[in-house]
């Protein structure tokens, strides 16, 4: 994060979007595989916001988006490590979101489903059927609620679902 911030300047807007997937069979997740997918789609979301909230509180202004997944509300396609570690990432973003709100820093999730990327794609479990609207979504229709996001003072804590009508809340 210096390093960014040398280059760039201070964060104003940060989208916590690191993420892997293992589809794997209950039985085939191993205490290396929990621990992968916590520490890269869970701590990592945890550690690049600590990492710029000094800045955000400096300044009494901050966007933080958390890129979660409708597996965090609906379980999970790829497995039980994957949808915990997406879950965690909801109460993550909760948590900061009352915690900031007052120092002008909003903290929001986006739930996204099936997004036709090189993840969802390799997904041999990843079908459309699954997706009331009959197809994959796209990576501009989930980059365009991340706008909306980091430009609405307004809006903190909530997640947004944007997954076709999978999960509906």
């Known amino acids: 994060m210096a390093a960014v911030e040398r280059e760039l ?38 550690l690049a ?22 597996a965090a509300q609906a379980g999970s396609i790829v497995g039980p490590h994957y949808a915990a570690s997406k879950a965690g990432m909801l109460g993550l973003t909760r948590g900061y979101a009352r915690l900031l709100a007052k120092e002008g820093i909003t903290v929001n999730a986006i739930a996204p489903a099936l997004i036709e990327t090189d993840m969802v794609t390799a997904n041999p479990n990843a079908r459309v059927d699954l997706i009331p609207v009959g197809r994959f979504g796209t990576v501009e229709e989930t980059a365009d609620v991340a706008v ?22």
């Open 49 to 70: 916001t600590q990492a710029v909230l000094p800045g955000m509180r400096a300044r009494r202004w901050g966007r933080i988006v958390n890129v979660s997944s409708v």
């Open 9 to 46: 300047g201070p964060v104003a807007i940060l989208v916590n979007n690191a993420g892997i997937a293992r589809v794997q069979k209950i039985e085939e997740i191993s205490e290396e595989d929990w621990n992968e997918l916590i520490a890269v789609n869970l701590t990592s979301c945890f």
């Open 148 to 169: 909306m996001l980091a430009g609405n003072g307004y809006i903190t804590g909530q997640t947004i679902n944007v997954n076709g009508g999978w999960y509906m809340s």
